[in-house]
Nanobody
Framework: QVHLAESGGGLVQAGGSLRLSCAASGSVFSNNVMHWYRQAPGKQREWVAGFTSGGIMPTYAESVKGRFTISRDNAKKTVYLQMNSLKAEDTGVYYC??????WGQGTQVTVSS
C-alpha cells in the first residue's frame, strides 16, 4: 500500500519562499525516482523538478531553475521542494509523483503579486 502525504503549501507574496514536503509510505522510495509537478488554473499539469533514474542528479524545468531545489531524506521517505524567489506564475497545485503512477493529493501554492 502506497500513501503520499503532501504539506507546506500556502499563500505567499512574490519574492517569498515555501518548502513543500511529500512523505511516502510503501516501497516507492526504493528506486530513487521521484518528481514534483504542478498545475495552474486552466492549464495542463507540468513537470517541475525530479530525480530521474539513478536518483543522483536533480533536474529542473527551465522556468524554476535557480529558484527551486528538490531534495530528499531517505530515512524519512520524504521528498522536498524548496521554492525561493516565488513569482505569481508559480501559483498552482503542486503534486509529488512516484513511478508507476503514484500521485500525492496536491498542495495549493498561491503567490500574490
Amino acid at each position: 500500500q502506497v500513501h503520499l502525504a503532501e504539506s507546506g503549501g500556502g499563500l505567499v507574496q512574490a519574492g517569498g519562499s515555501l518548502r513543500l514536503s511529500c512523505a511516502a509510505s510503501g516501497s516507492v522510495f526504493s528506486n530513487n525516482v521521484m518528481h514534483w509537478y504542478r498545475q495552474a488554473p486552466g492549464k495542463q499539469r507540468e513537470w517541475v523538478a525530479g530525480f530521474t533514474s539513478g536518483g543522483i542528479m536533480p533536474t529542473y524545468a527551465e522556468s524554476v531553475k535557480g529558484r527551486f531545489t528538490i531534495s530528499r531524506d531517505n530515512a524519512k521517505k520524504t521528498v522536498y521542494l524548496q521554492m525561493n524567489s516565488l513569482k505569481a506564475e508559480d501559483t498552482g497545485v503542486y503534486y509529488c509523483y512516484f513511478p508507476d503512477n503514484w500521485w500525492g493529493q496536491g498542495t495549493q501554492v498561491t503567490v500574490s503579486s
